[in-house]
């Protein structure tokens, strides 16, 4: 296979570094503040669409690709589970930041033990056990991963409908339900626009890098065949 | 047998805790239709239906400056992002130049 990336991966990298620098300049130069909350608003445009990359992309990616391994044992599912894995922890990560920062001003606290907070934090945490299971449980670790993706999957159901049920401190689904002036509209859902082609890309990207250490170990097993390695 | 005397002490001391509470339902009665509502007693505060909100918040809050947070929420995001990206070009780099080594070891060896 070749090691160079494809060039279509490349371009798509680089349009979504330029919507990336675009999305930045609307959120601070284009976009009005909020009235209450004033300028820590502002992290809204990437708090949401990084949430919504954990809970609509890196989960369900995770959860597919761990059906299909649990179906088929093929490992190109498994790539597929590790790729969204990986993307879950990442989007999780940010939210997780993010979202204190943002509650600190808004709430006067970076933490409060609310459910919707509470259940991210044990969604993302049960991404990391994901890649700890994968990388050290040893035989039967892609299977216990893979069944362990699809627990996340139900967490990020409840994480998402969490907010309707249990009224708490985090507030509803602003964007969903169409309470965003349309200027802070537009903004947003360029945001995401932004945030869904850069997971595509950093997905593609993740899965090449499958792909090469599925051919290395190819190689690796036909150096110890030839009895060049042990 | 026992004396007459213990065991109308223990039936006392056995009855005593029964009397109690109607004792106190008694007085409670009593007072609630005796005397009137006092309108300075501070009125009990309900519960809230699930969660309390942070004591003080508000007033902490307005102290923190918005500026710093944004800024490290973005600082974060990129660097989530880049640190992302930049791992996985080192690996796909490390893993792509130990590719050739093998493949040219193994085409050595072929051609040997």
Same mark, same amino acid.
């Given at each position: 296979?070749?090691?160079?990336p494809p060039?279509l991966l490349m +371009?798509l990298t ?94 006067? +606290? ?34 216990? +991963? ?55 890309c950093?997905?593609w990207a ?19 065949? +030839?009895?060049?390695?042990? | ?112």
């Open positions: 296979m070749s090691t160079k060039p +371009a680089a349009v979504s570094a330029c919507m990336m620098t675009a999305a930045v300049w609307m959120i601070f130069f284009d976009t009005p503040e909020e009235r209450v909350m004033g300028f820590v608003q502002k992290i809204f445009y990437f708090h949401v669409p990084s949430a919504w990359g954990l809970l609509f992309y890196g989960v369900p990616l995770a959860a597919v690709g761990s059906v299909g391994y649990l179906a088929t044992k093929d490992e190109r599912w498994d790539r597929i589970s590790d790729a969204g894995v990986e993307l879950a922890i990442v989007f999780g990560s940010m939210v997780l930041v993010s979202g204190p920062l943002w509650g600190r001003k808004a709430w006067g +606290a970076y933490w409060v033990w609310d459910v919707r907070l509470t259940s991210t934090l044990v969604l993302v945490l049960s991404m990391v056990a994901c890649k700890i299971i994968r990388g050290y449980a040893g035989q039967g670790a892609k299977t216990a +991963a893979a069944g362990l993706a699809l627990f996340a999957l139900l967490n990020s159901v409840f994480v998402y409908y969490s907010v309707d049920y249990f009224r708490g401190t985090h507030p509803t689904k602003v964007a969903m339900q169409g309470k965003l002036a349309p200027e802070m509209a537009r903004t947003f859902w360029f945001c995401v626009l932004t945030f869904m082609l850069t997971a595509g950093l997905t993740r899965l090449r890098t499958g792909q090469l250490r599925s051919a290395l170990d190819q190689l690796h097993q036909r150096m110890t065949e +030839a009895g060049l390695e042990d | 047998m026992p004396p007459l005397p213990w065991l109308l002490l223990a039936l006392a001391l056995l009855a005593a805790p029964l009397s109690l509470p109607a004792r106190a339902f008694a007085e409670g009665a009593t007072t609630s239709s005796t005397a009137p509502p006092n309108p300075a007693a501070p009125e009990k505060k309900p519960l809230p239906p699930g969660f309390e909100p942070v004591k003080g918040g508000e007033a902490r809050a307005a102290q923190v400056d918005a500026n710093a947070l944004v800024v490290a929420a973005y600082a974060a995001f990129f660097l989530l992002l880049f640190g992302f990206v930049l791992h996985v070009v080192r690996t796909q780099a490390r893993m792509a130049a130990e590719l050739k080594e093998l493949s040219s070891k193994l085409d050595r060896l072929g051609k040997g």
